[in-house]
């Protein structure tokens, strides 16, 4: 293997990482009382989307601040506990395909899902701008 090989596979690693940091980053934000809905639409390009299943689809990073800052109205806590990431990393873009486990409680105090509660799987698309990976999509379901 040449120093060229080498680098581009270290690259290829280090992407990996940053889009596991990514998503660590976006479950933190979903687990936190009150929903940070500024913090969660940084986490997109500006014509991200992202699409729950039943719960809301937002396109652009306003719609995504705006759908997550009505959260706390509908959901008093989650825990998401996400697994098995399967990362394709191509240039300045990448997919991924992550499996979710939540439990969430409504605004009212009822249990949304009893535990294990949700099952689900994220299908995911990155891209790297200015050198920082960023949700293009987020499709829960």
Avoid at 73 to 80: I, L, T
Avoid at 91 to 116: E, M, Q
Wanted: charged letters at 30%; proline letters at 2%; a negative charge.
């Amino acid at each position: 293997m040449d120093l060229a090989e080498l680098q581009e596979r270290i690259t290829r690693l280090e992407d990996i990482e940053a889009i596991k940091r990514l998503k660590a980053r976006y479950c933190e934000i979903c687990d936190h009382e009150g929903y940070d809905a500024d913090a969660m639409a940084s986490l997109f390009t500006e014509d991200g989307i992202w699409d729950g299943a039943g719960v809301g689809k937002a396109e652009g990073r306003e719609a995504i601040r705006e759908l997550f800052a009505g959260f706390p109205e509908r959901v008093a806590g989650a825990q998401h506990i996400v697994a098995n990431p399967l990362i394709e990393v191509d240039g300045d873009r990448a997919r991924g395909v992550w499996y979710l486990i939540a439990a969430v409680t409504d605004s009212d105090g009822t249990t949304a899902s009893n535990w294990p509660g949700t099952a689900a799987r994220y299908h995911e698309d990155y891209v790297k701008v200015n050198g920082e990976w960023k949700f293009r999509r987020v499709r829960a379901g």
